[in-house]
């Protein structure tokens, strides 16, 4: 080759070289463009890079907001030129552009739920609620057994393969349409038993079940005990309080605990306990039960106060209990024990009387009260009460039974009332069965012009029925010039049936040293009748021969001076006065039989 044609050949190459890399200068800068987002709704767009060279690849990121799609065709720059909505890549051109885009909500599918196959149903259903819905809607099964039916467990699925919760009978709804199949079997009999127990018993109606069974509870304390709150409870797995008498058997067998606990007293009404319903105080009180009775208290009811404990009462009026007429209150003392000491008891805590039973003779609109007083019980007064024990009015009936004893009281007069160390009966009936009037004393502290009258029993104008029990060691004792008269019973203008029963070992006496005041006397240790009626035609009244402690003991000044140690017939009665003429007469059984009035 010549010098020529290797000259022409360089200058060709290093035309070429100038075409493919270019010549540049110190003068040439590289163009670099901008890629800008435009206005967006419901999403973002972020370029990478968002600055370069004609030509670099720019990747973007869609972000939409939640619930929204990218549209399709959308995604554009320079509003003209479509971007590859897959790779969302695109290569910068040599001008600056700007990115846009639309969002759109997306459409959601709506899928259904249906109740497939229930196995063994027998009427059972299954309702879903919603029956539709798009992916991840909650759905929420009710499920309806049939009687003596239930689901059977892990058998609860959609689409024969996912298992649904149990317990909450919800699932999320898939991407997809679900079917719901089940299967149900026969609820198994649970037994029910009864723990031990003490002072109580619990019986179940029914005896067992099923699960979902009403289970009620009959609940029946011993006398004086009441259910222990807090402890009434059935065991399966696991221990559940009973609230109220009843519960829902669940699906395993029970056991029901129970503790009862002794109470002061328990009101059962026309032979139903309901101590359980008063009030919500645990210890029972009389003072409770009377304050419930005011309220509560039904004609012709008959109420039972039942009682193991002793209490200290105020006064208590028994009449007008929510304006009920005729109605009886039993109070029976409960113990086990033959020691009196150890007997439930009632004290006054006061003065005057313990209980006023029935209304006197004179108020309209007056209620019929009786009273029952049986069982082994005390009522004991104060050594100063200032009133009768128990008073019986016009409208009141007492029936004293069983071992209850009347005793310890003291009624001193310092004004012109009369007085009456036990039973006042002023119009009304008072009916001695059984039991004792003992240890009472009605006693005058200085002149009046009243004396003291009825250690046991004083009897005006009212009935007085002994069949049974004994008054004894009752005492009337007067100041100096004071009357004293009948250290058992005594009776002015009313009467005294005696079928049963023994009266002994009362006393009249002084307080006061002196001579006998022959204008005041002292008479009748056993019995005085000032008048009215006195039937005998059983029980025993014994006098005094020289003051023996079972008789009943006339003295003065420790003389025998006085007169009818057993029984006295004020004077003025023509046909008693050849009986009470002799002095410390034991007169006892036959003696007298029949009936005396003037």
């Keep these: 080759m010549t010098n020529k044609h290797t000259c022409f050949f360089l200058v060709i190459i290093m035309i070429l070289e100038c075409v493919l890399i270019g010549c540049s200068s110190p003068n040439d800068i ?30 973007l990121i869609v972000n939409p907001v939640n619930g929204y799609r990218l549209k399709a065709g959308t995604l554009k720059y320079n509003a003209t030129t479509l971007i590859d909505e897959t790779t969302k890549k695109f290569v910068l051109p040599a001008s600056n552009v700007i990115v846009t885009a639309e969002f759109e909500i997306i459409p959601q599918e709506i899928y259904t739920v249906v109740i497939g196959t229930l196995t063994n149903a027998n009427g059972s259903t299954i309702i879903a609620n919603p029956t539709y819905g798009v992916e991840g809607t909650e759905i929420t099964l009710i499920i309806n057994s049939a ?52 002072h109580g018993t619990i019986s179940t109606n029914p005896t067992n079940g099923i699960e979902g069974t009403t289970i009620n509870l009959t609940i029946i304390p011993d006398d004086c005990y009441q ?33 009862f606990e002794p109470v002061i007293a328990n009101l059962f009404v026309n ?16 003072s409770n039960i009377f304050s419930w009775l005011k309220s509560n208290a039904q004609d012709g009811d008959e109420y039972t106060i039942k009682m193991i404990g002793s209490q200290s009462i105020v006064p208590t009026n028994l009449t ?24 439930p008891t009632i004290q006054l805590n006061g003065d005057y009387t313990l209980f006023t039973v029935g209304d006197y003779s004179w108020i309209s609109n007056k209620k019929n009260i009786h009273l029952i007083l049986d069982g082994k019980l005390l009522l004991k007064g104060t050594s100063d009460t200032s009133g009768y024990l128990i008073r019986v009015n016009s409208t009141g009936t007492l029936n004293l ?5 009347i005793t310890s009281n003291t009624f001193e007069n310092i004004t012109s009332t009369k007085t009456c160390g036990g039973v006042y009966v002023y119009e009304g009936i008072f009916n001695m069965n059984g039991g004792s009037i003992s240890g009472n004393t009605t006693a005058t502290a200085s ?5 003291a009258y009825g250690g046991g029993v004083y009897v005006n104008n009212g009935t007085f029925n002994m069949s049974g029990g004994s008054v004894s060691g009752n005492t009337v004792t007067a100041a100096f010039y004071n009357e004293a008269f009948g250290g058992g019973v005594y009776v002015t203008s009313g009467n005294f049936n005696m079928t049963g029963g023994t009266i002994s070992g009362n006393q009249v006496t002084t307080n006061t040293s002196g001579s006998i005041d022959y204008y005041r006397d002292h008479n009748g240790g056993g019995v005085y009748i000032a008048d009215g009626i006195f039937t005998k035609t059983g029980g025993v009244i014994y006098g005094s021969n020289g003051g023996n402690d079972s008789n009943n003991i006339m003295y003065y000044n420790n003389v025998m001076n006085a007169r009818g140690a057993a029984i006295y017939f004020d004077t003025s009665h023509r046909r008693e006065t050849t009986v ?7 007169y006892n059984g036959s003696s007298f039989i029949g009936q005396w009035s003037d």
Aim: cysteine-free; glycine content about 6%.
């Design 401 to 405: 039974s069983g071992s209850v004893k």
């Design 447 to 451: 002149y009046s012009s009243e004396g």
């Design 320 to 343: 007008g209990f929510n304006n009920a007429d005729n109605i009886t209150i039993t109070i029976m003392g409960i113990s086990d024990s033959t020691d009196e000491t150890m007997w």
């Design 271 to 286: 032979g139903s306990n309901i101590a359980q319903n008063i009030g919500d105080d645990i210890d029972r009180s009389l």
């Design 227 to 259: 259910l222990k709150r807090g402890t009434l409870r059935y065991i399966d797995e696991s221990d559940h309080l009973i609230s109220g008498t009843s519960f829902q058997m669940p699906d395993n067998d029970v056991i029901i605990n129970a503790e």
């Design 147 to 198: 009687d003596s039916y239930r689901l059977k467990a892990k058998t609860l699925k959609y689409n024969e393969t996912i298992l649904i919760d149990e317990s909450t009978k919800k699932f999320t709804l898939p991407a997809s349409n679900v079917s719901i199949t089940a299967e149900f079997e026969i609820k198994p009999i649970h037994a029910i038993s009864i723990g031990s127990l003490n």
């Design 30 to 59: 590289p163009q670099t463009y901008t890629v800008v987002i435009g206005q967006l709704v419901h999403g973002n767009i972020i370029a990478i890079p968002t600055t370069a060279l004609a030509g670099t690849e720019i990747t």
């Design 580 to 586: 009470t003429e002799y002095q410390n007469l034991s």
